[in-house]
């Protein structure tokens, strides 16, 4: 009975550290599959979206459109964390690595808690220019 106990117990104490996907990875498996879809339920109801020199702001259904011709044109295959801030407060930040089919870019992610989850304000992509 008492390693039923003890079991119990340290299941409970570990439960904290469990946590479930990581919003900013979420993002970044999503850019991996290309999959805009799913990506546009995540922006905010305005998001600034910076494809190489071209930057602006643009609703969820115009970022869609705007990625779709991105992967249109380059086809992902991978994708690797290189930085990601969780603070406390309400943003969350992380620049991965995007590897195509056309070549890598560095893309940057910046997520804003709502009352409901939390939402892509910001995604920046860019050539990748250290190697």
Do not use: C, W
């Not at 990625?67 to 930040?93: E, M, R, T, W």
């Not at 890598?104 to 304000?121: C, M, P, S, Y």
């Amino acid at each position: 009975m008492k390693l039923i106990y003890l079991s119990s117990f340290i299941f409970l104490l570990l439960l904290p550290h469990a946590s479930p996907a990581d919003a900013i990875d979420n993002v970044a498996n999503l850019l991996k599959a290309g999959n805009t879809k799913e990506l546009s339920k995540l922006f905010a109801n305005n998001v600034e979206i910076t494809i190489m020199e071209d930057e602006n702001v643009y609703s969820q259904t115009q970022a869609a459109v705007i990625l779709d011709k991105f992967f249109a044109k380059n086809k992902p295959q991978g994708i690797k964390l290189l930085h990601k801030v969780n603070s406390g407060g309400n943003y969350h930040f992380g620049v991965y690595i995007l590897n195509t089919d056309k070549g890598e870019f560095r893309v940057a992610i910046t997520l804003k808690d709502a009352g409901k989850g939390t939402n892509v304000v910001e995604l920046k992509i860019e050539d990748e220019k250290v190697k």
